[in-house]
C-alpha cells in the first residue's frame, strides 16, 4: 500500500478503539445454515444481557472505557432500550446494518435500504448522529464504501487487512491519506481498519473476535504493545455472543465453523478484564473521538 502517511509524535498518548458489534449468538454467519433470517424470533436471545455483562465491565475500571457499539438494526428494533443504555452510559452508538447480510452478496437497493433503515432508526432512539458503519463479516469493498458515503456515514470501520479469511472483503487503499491508523478515502469517507499485526511480510489478524480467543493472553498483549508501539493505536473488536459460554450448542455445527464459534468463550470475559489490566496507560476512545483528534492534531 503506497499511501501518504502522516506520522504521529510518539509523545502522543496510546489509545486504544474498543469496538463491539452488536448482533445475537444465532445470526452469525458460522451459524446461518441453521438458523435463517426467517427463524431468528423463534429463537432464544441472548444479545440483551451479553451486551448489560459487557457494559458492566466496561465501567468497573478508573481509567475511562469509552467504546463504540455497532448496533444491528434488527437487534435496535426489538430492544430500544439497550440502544439507549448505551449511549446514556457515554458510549458511541454505532450501525451494523440492519440485517446482517453480507453486503457484498446484497442487491445494490437493498444495500442502500439496510444502511439507512439502520442509520435512522439508531439515530431516532439515541437522538445523536450516527457517523459509524461497519459491514458485516467486514464484507466491504470500494463500491459498496461509496454507497456508505452517500448513505450519510462519516466513517466505516470494515476493512480488514488479512486476506486468508473467505468472507472478508478488500478496498483499495493506494491513494489514501493516512493520518494515525485513519485513511481518508477518494470521496471523503474515512476508514478505521481493524488492527493486524505485520511480521515478515506477512498479516497476521490481531484484532480481535476468534483471535482474541485463539492466542494465549501474553502472546497476544505483546502483539497489541507491538502495533501500539508502531502506531500509536489499536482498533479491537467482539461481539457479546464471544462472553456467553452458556449459550445453546449446535451439534451440527462441526468443522471449523463449529470451532470458530465456540473456542474459549468460557475464557474471553477474563481475558478482557486482563486486557484492560495490563493497558490501563492507554486512553479508550470512541471511533468518532478518536477520528476528531486526528482532526484537531492535524490542524495544529
Same mark, same amino acid.
Given at each position: 500500500?503506497?499511501?501518504?502517511?502522516?506520522?504521529?509524535?510518539?509523545?502522543?498518548?496510546?489509545?486504544?478503539?474498543?469496538?463491539?458489534?452488536?448482533?445475537?449468538?444465532?445470526?452469525?454467519?458460522?451459524?446461518?445454515?441453521?438458523?435463517?433470517?426467517?427463524?431468528?424470533?423463534?429463537?432464544?436471545?441472548?444479545?440483551?444481557?451479553?451486551? =448489560?455483562?459487557?457494559?458492566?465491565?466496561?465501567? @468497573? !475500571?478508573?481509567?475511562?472505557?469509552?467504546?463504540?457499539?455497532?448496533?444491528?438494526?434488527?437487534?435496535?428494533?426489538?430492544?430500544?432500550?439497550?440502544?439507549?443504555?448505551?449511549?446514556?452510559?457515554?458510549?458511541?452508538?454505532?450501525?451494523?446494518?440492519?440485517?446482517?447480510?453480507?453486503?457484498?452478496?446484497?442487491?445494490?437497493?437493498?444495500?442502500?435500504?439496510?444502511?439507512?433503515?439502520?442509520?435512522?432508526?439508531?439515530?431516532?432512539?439515541?437522538?445523536?448522529?450516527?457517523?459509524? !458503519?461497519?459491514?458485516?463479516?467486514?464484507?466491504?469493498?470500494?463500491?459498496?464504501?461509496?454507497?456508505? *458515503?452517500?448513505?450519510?456515514?462519516? !466513517?466505516?470501520?470494515?476493512?480488514?487487512?488479512?486476506?486468508? =479469511?473467505?468472507?472478508?472483503?478488500?478496498?483499495?487503499?493506494?491513494?489514501?491519506?493516512?493520518?494515525?491508523?485513519?485513511?481518508?478515502?477518494?470521496?471523503?469517507?474515512?476508514?478505521?481498519?481493524?488492527?493486524?499485526?505485520?511480521?515478515?511480510?506477512?498479516?497476521?489478524?490481531?484484532?480481535?473476535?476468534?483471535?482474541?480467543?485463539?492466542?494465549?493472553?501474553?502472546?497476544? @498483549?505483546?502483539?497489541?504493545?507491538?502495533?501500539?508501539?508502531?502506531?500509536?493505536?489499536?482498533?479491537?473488536?467482539?461481539?457479546?455472543?464471544?462472553?456467553?459460554?452458556?449459550?445453546?450448542?449446535?451439534?451440527? @455445527? *462441526?468443522?471449523?465453523?463449529?470451532?470458530?464459534? !465456540?473456542?474459549?468463550?468460557?475464557?474471553?470475559?477474563?481475558?478482557?478484564?486482563?486486557?484492560?489490566?495490563?493497558? *490501563?496507560?492507554?486512553?479508550?476512545?470512541?471511533?468518532?473521538?478518536?477520528?476528531?483528534?486526528?482532526?484537531?492534531?492535524?490542524?495544529?
Amino acid at each position: 500500500m503506497n499511501f501518504e502517511k502522516r506520522i504521529l509524535p510518539r509523545h502522543v498518548k496510546k489509545t486504544i478503539l474498543i469496538t463491539v458489534d452488536v448482533e445475537d449468538w444465532y445470526q452469525v454467519e458460522n451459524l446461518r445454515p441453521w438458523f435463517p433470517p426467517d427463524s431468528w424470533d423463534s429463537v432464544t436471545s441472548r444479545v440483551e444481557q451479553n451486551t =448489560h455483562r459487557l457494559l458492566d465491565l466496561l465501567d @468497573a !475500571y478508573d481509567h475511562k472505557i469509552s467504546a463504540t457499539f455497532f448496533v444491528l438494526g434488527w437487534v435496535a428494533l426489538r430492544y430500544p432500550a439497550l440502544v439507549r443504555e448505551i449511549a446514556q452510559r457515554g458510549h458511541e452508538v454505532a450501525s451494523h446494518g440492519f440485517g446482517h447480510m453480507l453486503n457484498n452478496r446484497m442487491k445494490k437497493d437493498d444495500l442502500i435500504d439496510d444502511l439507512q433503515r439502520s442509520k435512522k432508526m439508531l439515530e431516532d432512539l439515541t437522538g445523536q448522529l450516527v457517523e459509524g !458503519y461497519r459491514a458485516p463479516s467486514f464484507s466491504v469493498d470500494d463500491d459498496i464504501l461509496k454507497l456508505i *458515503r452517500e448513505c450519510g456515514y462519516r !466513517y466505516d470501520s470494515s476493512y480488514n487487512s488479512f486476506e486468508r =479469511h473467505g468472507r472478508y472483503g478488500t478496498i483499495s487503499t493506494d491513494e489514501a491519506i493516512q493520518n494515525g491508523i485513519a485513511l481518508q478515502m477518494a470521496g471523503g469517507i474515512e476508514e478505521l481498519p481493524v488492527s493486524n499485526l505485520s511480521l515478515a511480510g506477512q498479516t497476521i489478524p490481531w484484532g480481535g473476535g476468534g483471535y482474541f480467543r485463539f492466542f494465549p493472553p501474553r502472546i497476544f @498483549a505483546a502483539g497489541v504493545k507491538r502495533i501500539l508501539e508502531r502506531g500509536n493505536a489499536y482498533l479491537f473488536y467482539l461481539h457479546p455472543w464471544e462472553i456467553d459460554p452458556d449459550q445453546p450448542r449446535v451439534p451440527e @455445527a *462441526r468443522g471449523l465453523s463449529g470451532w470458530r464459534h !465456540y473456542l474459549n468463550l468460557d475464557k474471553t470475559l477474563p481475558r478482557l478484564a486482563n486486557f484492560f489490566e495490563r493497558f *490501563r496507560y492507554c486512553e479508550y476512545r470512541t471511533c468518532s473521538s478518536y477520528l476528531k483528534q486526528l482532526d484537531v492534531t492535524r490542524i495544529r
